[in-house]
């Protein structure tokens, strides 16, 4: 069974860091590019990052572009994004996703982690 | 970035009726559009790639189309497990971009 599970959320101060995990299983981690999306309390879905499978090609939103950076441990089967900077408006339940398909840069998440929980206040 | 507006927001519904949700992109991305059901405390799950190929283990009774602009996700016959939110996600670009979504709740 595909799985995939966060870790590493929790309560941060404004300026301050975290990095989250996503540990995969059932599926070959190293071929399936992987993204980060979160989601506000109360709020839809929003596009963070993603990160190709070999780990050569990286995308990010605007919002936060210099401030997080994805990456991926093939070895461990584990996605990282690593937050630095946080801002309140950071504050959402982060997601792992995995890519449907195999090959080309089009593609949706057909696979979903439970979340993890990022609370930025002071 | 591309923007995805979904209409409508709120859809009240029976079971049984037939619903409609529409989702507009602000330039073409030709059929690299997809649809997720999200239930409170759950993530979201895949329902529709490629705007109108139905992933695996999803009942036929959701389907999607449109292409270059406009898409529409339909359930012919709402049944209660299908109470839920709803979301469309671009991917032609880069950057994935999603609608806002629509809350399909029991009228």
């Known amino acids: 069974e595909v799985q995939l599970l966060e870790s590493g959320g929790g309560l941060v101060q404004p300026g301050g860091s975290l990095r989250l995990s996503c540990a995969a299983s059932?599926?070959?981690?190293?071929?399936?590019?992987m993204s980060w999306v979160r989601q506000a309390p109360g709020k839809g879905l929003e596009w963070v990052s993603t990160m190709s499978g070999s780990a050569t090609t990286t995308y990010y939103a605007d919002s936060v572009k210099g401030r997080f950076t994805i990456s991926r441990d093939n070895s461990q089967n584990t996605l990282y994004l690593q937050m630095n900077s946080l801002r309140a408006e950071d504050t959402a339940l982060y997601y792992c996703a995995k890519r449907e398909g195999t090959s080309g840069w089009y593609f949706a998440f057909d696979v979903w982690g439970q979340g993890t929980m990022v609370t930025v206040s002071s | 970035d591309i923007q995805m507006t979904q209409s409508p927001s709120t859809l009240s519904a029976s079971v049984g009726d037939r619903v409609t949700i529409t989702c507009r992109a602000s330039q073409s991305i030709s059929s690299w559009l997809a649809w997720y059901q999200q239930k409170p405390g759950k993530a979201p799950n895949l329902l529709i790639y490629k705007a109108s190929s139905l992933e695996g283990g999803v009942p036929s009774r959701f389907s999607g189309s449109g292409s270059g602009t406009e898409f529409t996700l339909t359930i012919s016959s709402l049944q209660p497990d299908d109470f839920a939110t709803y979301y469309c996600?671009?991917?032609?670009?880069?950057?994935?971009?999603f609608g806002q979504g629509t809350k399909v709740e029991i009228k």
């Open positions: 996600q671009q991917y032609n670009s880069y950057f994935r971009t």
């Open positions: 059932g599926f070959t981690f190293g071929g399936y590019a």
